[in-house]
């Protein structure tokens, strides 16, 4: 089971982290972030390992936004920053098991999903 929370309304240049708990067997898991615009199809936007070790993230990210996790806290972060008004979305963590994926069919647990809204 995967909790979601952190979103909330921040200004075009701003910051924010998000944040996903997880239960069962978290440290052996893939987690990823994916978020959906209205009207638009739910994508990839990062994942990490179940070390911490890999990272990866989609190009419109890439510099701005971190995925990092806490193995002892069952937790994942996406601290998100140099926001734009193009970031607005629910986000949603996801996870699997094995190696990486940007795929959003590859993940098998999902959580319920935080609304990230940046102003311009």
């Known amino acids: 089971q995967l909790q979601a929370s952190g979103g909330g309304l921040v200004e075009a240049g701003g910051s924010l982290r998000v944040a996903c708990v997880a239960s069962?067997?978290?440290?052996?898991?893939?987690m990823g972030w994916f978020r959906q615009a209205p009207g638009k199809e739910r994508e990839f936007v990062a994942a990490?390992?179940?070390?911490?070790?890999?990272?990866v993230y989609t190009d419109s990210v890439k510099g701005r936004f971190t995925i990092s996790k806490n193995n002892a806290k069952n937790t994942v972060y996406l601290q998100m920053s140099s926001l734009q008004p193009e970031d607005t979305a629910v986000y949603y963590c996801?996870?699997?098991?094995?190696?990486?994926?940007?795929?959003?069919?590859?993940?098998?647990?999902w959580g319920q999903g935080t609304l990230v809204t940046v102003s311009s």
């Open positions: 990490i390992n179940y070390s911490g070790s890999n990272t």
């Open positions: 069962g067997r978290f440290p052996l898991y893939v």
């Open positions: 996801a996870a699997r098991w094995n190696s990486m994926s940007t795929s959003r069919t590859d993940y098998t647990y």
